[in-house]
């Protein structure tokens, strides 16, 4: 899923998407807020992906300014060794290990809030890639996310979760399981076809960060 990565692919997944006015309007539902998935150890990088530079500046800023206008709020998902000069929400210990945790982390903080989550490690997200998603946003579901079409699973790192969601969150960290996206998948969510696959490419590793630069 991560080969080949460019910086074309990201010019060429923002042109794929089709315009905001073909789609239906939604200014009606409350912004959510927003997360930036960062917490995690970064082992195969070997250093922060959330500092990362892409596009002239750290991820985690170039994801900030991306989100804040869709946003009522953003916050920088960090750990408890992680520092930042951003908003941020510092994960609860936990027993479990994983993404879930900044989610779990985030509603505690703001249980009457939906929240659109987005990993730090997704250097191809756009500003079109977040107007497709919440311009299709149902907010009687339990989230609207993107089916990955290579693993055909609802992806859980670029995904609108309602307050709804925080219930049955809660109960699934309670029996100590980890993955966000079975919780997904056990749920009533709205499930997106993304107009171009590129824009779910994570950086997970040295290599595959070189590979983009070039």
Not at 166 to 182: A, D, G, H
């Amino acid at each position: 899923m991560n080969k080949n990565l460019s910086h074309n692919d990201y010019l060429l997944a923002k042109s794929s998407y089709p315009k905001s006015d073909d789609r239906n309007p939604t200014s009606d539902i409350p912004k959510p807020k927003g997360l930036i998935l960062s917490g995690g150890m970064s082992t195969r990088m070997g250093t922060e992906k959330r500092l990362l530079n892409y596009h002239g500046k750290s991820q985690e800023q170039y994801l900030y300014e991306l989100m804040k206008p869709f946003c009522d709020e953003v916050f920088v998902s960090i750990n408890a060794h992680q520092q930042t000069e951003l908003p941020y929400i510092q994960d609860v210990e936990l027993a479990v290990k994983s993404p879930i945790v900044g989610i779990f982390s985030a509603f505690q903080q703001f249980p009457e809030s939906a929240w659109l989550i987005i990993a730090c490690d997704m250097p191809l997200v756009s500003q079109e890639t977040i107007d497709f998603l919440l311009k299709n946003r149902n907010p009687e579901k339990y989230a609207t996310a993107f089916e990955n079409p290579e693993e055909q699973f609802p992806e859980p790192l670029l995904t609108i979760f309602e307050a709804k969601f925080y219930e049955p969150l809660q109960v699934f960290i309670q029996q100590e399981k980890k993955s966000t996206m079975r919780l997904l998948q056990s749920l009533d969510i709205e499930l997106l076809q993304i107009p171009d696959a590129k824009m779910l490419k994570n950086v997970n590793t040295s290599e595959e960060f070189r590979s983009f630069q070039q």
